[in-house]
């Protein structure tokens, strides 16, 4: 079995998060980076079908330069090659955008499968993996809970809300965009570490590809403005039922 | 004053050399920082981090206890993922990675005391003699089973009345007639380990000669005593081990007979320099500890973090971690370096890391000296930030508190280290290894020009650590002169030269990385700022007891105007530095360069 992980570098959950001064994008000085963590489930999954089915996992990461560190992470882990897309530094891409360089980058490979986060941890659009089966013609399902191969098809579960969950059959090759938390990560061991130099991992100049890229852009990042505004509510349930209805309907005019 | 008389100690371009700094400035590109770790490095610190954050630490209340079975079942575990045996080469089961490597691993394990002695105890001092002195017999028997964590060791020198002065150890090591096994009689003390076991490696007397032994836990005649009840690190294991007429078969000789001392002080030089990490690991967990709590305490209707007395310590326990972590990697970095690419296949490899080591067996010392005196302020500062809550078991600070203390005793105390430093100067300047007596003559020379009594200006931190190195040879001049050999007899006066040296050199390691770090660095021109303050300070108070007790009368006074001159520096706003680096520090929630 060819499986394909996207992956992504995002800034560290525990960094100290400050938008930049232009008012697009973060301040990068003080930002450490990791693997994207839904990505890192993803990658897991795959890790754990080659360990039961055989078969090869490559590691694809569009991002600037040093995102070839989680590259080399995912190959410490036990990924056996990596295609890095390289953008400049300060490169923010739209959803469509990455698809068309990730399908750049798997269009010749023939997987059986692609895996994906369920969505980035700083941008959040959770539309990379299902644009990018559009492009390729591939089935594709979302929050992905366990992954079963079947005779040349999948089975999968997809969280629903409220504790419902949905079994989907779908044939392959298919784009699966994983939810996080689904198993236990595996360490890079220090082998792991010293091998994953040894390993192949290709890098290709997004900008060399003539894609037509990053339509959308960001217009302004900004902080939450706090506003106190919370109200108690007092009374019997009925009649606190009532008025918040009342205060949601014509109020926040959200129902 | 700083340009008047610097060129005692900006002269050409050697190798580094040991002891080498006191004769020539550094510059940044050539001092090794945190920041110089490669990719690798930093892919290995994680996993160390990781596997702190999801097995160390939730089971650290039951390491304290000394739950039975806990601590080596996650040495074993540690063992799985190579945080044993990182520089064990790879035919023996190791991962054959460089000492750097493994320094980022003792530091990522570092935070926990207890742990931190198992696994030292453990992959340093436990093996590290075999790896290096061990036959190829001898290896191939024991060294896969140390990497992976089937066999846990132990280092067994010091005795009841042997510590510091290892050489006075009584256990004895006799050849049988048939000459093939020694018998062992005696009793070892204070080992760390002892209680878990399975290989240690003994140094007992040959014909009144230190020589070391591996001695296997299930020999015959091996007894561990009881658990000591110790002050901190509670939840490691320290116990005697006595020898009661143990045969070990002469295969398990470590090294030529009466050559143990050579064993015993390299490896003791090694473990010197690895305190530095595994300390600057605790302290940064301690002040993220306290961080955190001094932003949720309040007191006086606001968080604590906002009184100017708190962010004072936060902002001290920084710098001076700041200093601890740079010196420590710098020393790291000339020893690597010096011991060049690590390739076990060569057979020369392992003699060239201990070469190297020796080399800067004076700087290791001071990373030894500097380091656990870092961790001890920091400890108690952070007791002392969380007020009566400090005090209590439920408070990590508590216990970083009672555990820091011990690493001022163990891998030679802070009294034996000083006094090797300045001794081990001396020794290397009468067999014209340093120029010691070029520069002390030039400096005097130059304290003699009139013209270089023009002072003034504003000298950066820098210069203040050059400055710092010339009150070291000036301390050397008029120390020799007063007593000649006899120096050393004077221990105060050794010490305090040590520390002068100690301070000029961990400076100088902060200015190096600072200049390095450029834009990078948030908080470490302040740290630098901070610390250069702190071990001016220090360096004129030890100096003066020095020349007091070196000189009388008029010549006093006159030596007490040149310190004072070498000394003179302008005090920066140290306050309002304080205040910003603590503002940082607390909105980063952690440790920050
Ligand atoms: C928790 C713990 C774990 C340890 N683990 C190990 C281990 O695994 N293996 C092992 O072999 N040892 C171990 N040790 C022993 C440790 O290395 C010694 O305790 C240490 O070397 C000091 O020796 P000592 O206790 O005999 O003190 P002493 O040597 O008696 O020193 C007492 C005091 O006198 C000072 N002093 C001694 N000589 C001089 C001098 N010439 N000039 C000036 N001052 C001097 C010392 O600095 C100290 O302040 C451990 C100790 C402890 C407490």
């Known amino acids: 079995m060819k499986i394909i992980v996207s992956v992504k570098q995002v800034p560290a959950r525990d960094s100290n998060l400050r938008v930049a001064s232009g008012g697009k994008w973060l301040d990068d000085s003080d930002l450490s980076y990791e693997i994207n963590e839904p990505d890192a489930f993803a990658l897991e999954e795959a890790l754990q079908l080659k360990d039961a089915q055989g078969g090869e996992v490559v590691v694809v990461c569009a991002g600037p330069e040093r995102a070839g560190s989680t590259i080399r992470e995912a190959l410490a882990k036990g990924a056996d090659r990596g295609i890095h897309l390289v953008l400049p530094e300060d490169a923010v891409l739209d959803a469509l955008s990455t698809a068309r360089l990730l399908r750049h980058a798997v269009k010749n490979e023939a997987p059986d499968l692609i895996l994906t986060g369920l969505q980035s941890d700083d941008l959040g659009y959770g539309q990379t993996g299902v644009v990018l089966a559009e492009l390729l013609g591939y089935a594709h399902a979302t929050i992905i809970m366990q992954v079963e191969v079947l005779d040349g098809a999948l089975r999968v579960k997809r969280e629903l809300e409220d504790g419902w969950f949905q079994y989907v059959t779908l044939p392959m090759p298919a784009v699966l965009a994983i939810q996080s938390g689904i198993k236990k990560l595996r360490y890079a061991t220090l082998m792991g570490i010293k091998r994953a130099k040894m390993k192949p991992v290709e890098t290709i100049l997004a900008a060399s590809l003539g894609l037509e890229l990053g339509r959308a852009a960001i217009e302004r990042v900004y902080l939450p403005a706090r506003s106190k505004q919370s109200q108690i509510l007092t009374g019997a349930p009925e009649q606190v039922a009532a008025q918040l209805v009342e205060k949601l309907k014509f109020e926040a005019r959200v129902l | ?593």
């Not at chain 2, 090591?173 to 003390?189: F, S």
């Not at chain 2, 660095?521 to 108070?541: D, I, S």
């Not at chain 2, 007790?549 to 007490?560: I, P, Q, Y």
């Open chain 2, 1 to 593: 004053m700083a340009t008047t008389i610097a060129d005692t100690t900006t002269a050409g371009r050697a190798p580094a050399q040991g002891a080498g700094f006191l004769f020539r400035a550094a510059a940044p590109e050539e001092v090794f920082t945190p920041e110089d770790l490669s990719e690798e490095q930093r892919a290995i610190a994680k996993t160390a981090d990781e596997f702190w954050q999801s097995e160390v630490a939730p089971k650290l209340e039951a390491i304290q206890h000394q739950a039975p079975g806990v601590a080596t079942a996650l040495l074993r575990r540690a063992a799985e993922l190579g945080l044993t045996s990182v520089v064990i080469p790879e035919e023996y089961g190791g991962m054959g990675l460089d000492f750097t490597s493994a320094a980022v691993v003792t530091e990522a394990l570092g935070r926990d005391g207890s742990f931190a002695a198992w696994l030292g105890a453990h992959s340093g001092i436990g093996t590290l003699p075999l790896l290096f002195f061990g036959t190829e017999d001898q290896k191939q028997r024991y060294l896969p089973k140390l990497a992976s964590g089937e066999m846990i060791a132990a280092y067994c020198l010091s005795e009841a009345h042997a510590g510091s002065d290892a050489l006075a150890a009584r256990t004895t090591a006799v050849l049988t007639e048939d000459g093939r096994h020694y018998r062992l009689n005696g009793q070892k003390m204070w080992i760390t380990n002892g209680g878990a076991a399975d290989l240690y490696t003994v140094f007992a007397k040959v014909n009144e000669k230190l020589t070391a032994f591996l001695v296997e836990r299930r020999f015959p005649g091996v007894k561990q005593g009881a658990e000591e009840k110790k002050m901190g690190i509670k939840g490691s294991s320290t116990c005697a081990i006595y020898l009661d007429n143990v045969l070990v078969p002469v295969e398990n000789r470590l090294g030529e007979p009466g050559r143990g001392h050579v064993i015993a002080f390299n490896i003791l030089n090694l473990g010197r320099l690895t305190l530095g990490p595994g300390t600057v690991g605790s302290a940064k967990a301690v002040l993220a500890a306290s961080l955190g709590y001094a932003k949720e305490r309040v007191a006086f209707g606001k968080p604590i973090a906002g009184f100017g007395l708190i962010q004072h310590k936060l902002a001290e326990m920084a710098a001076r971690t700041f200093a601890s972590e740079s010196v420590s990697y710098r020393v790291e970095g000339m020893v690597t370096k010096a011991a060049g690419e690590l390739d076990w296949r060569d057979p020369a490899a392992g003699s060239r890391v201990l070469k190297a080591a020796e080399e800067f067996a004076i700087e290791c010392s001071f990373v030894k000296v500097f380091a656990s005196e870092v961790l001890d302020y920091v400890v108690d500062e952070g007791v002392q930030i969380h007020g009566g809550y400090g005090y209590h078991q439920d408070y990590l600070v508590e216990r970083a508190y009672r555990d820091s203390r011990i690493n001022r005793i163990f891998e030679g105390t802070n009294e034996i280290n000083r006094l090797l430093a300045t001794g081990m100067l001396l020794k290397r300047a009468q067999k014209n290894q340093i120029p010691l007596l070029e520069a002390v003559k030039k400096l005097q020379a130059q304290l003699l020009d009139p013209l270089s009594t023009a002072g003034g200006g504003k000298p950066a931190e820098g210069a203040l650590a050059e400055q710092a190195k010339k009150v070291a040879l000036f301390l050397l001049g008029i120390s020799y002169m007063q007593f000649g050999p006899a120096i050393e007899q004077q221990q105060e006066v050794l010490a305090a030269i040590s520390d002068v040296m100690m301070y000029a050199f961990v400076l100088e390691s902060c200015v190096a990385r600072t200049a390095k770090l450029g834009v990078r660095g948030r908080n470490a021109a302040a740290y630098t700022t901070l610390f250069a303050h702190q071990a001016m300070n220090e360096v004129e108070r030890v100096a003066a007891e020095a020349v007091a007790v070196c000189s009388e009368g008029d010549t006093r006074r006159t030596n007490l105007a040149v310190l004072r001159k070498l000394t003179r520096r302008e005090v920066a706003d140290v306050v309002t530095l304080r205040r910003e680096a603590a503002k940082r520090l607390v909105e980063h929630g952690k440790y920050l360069v």
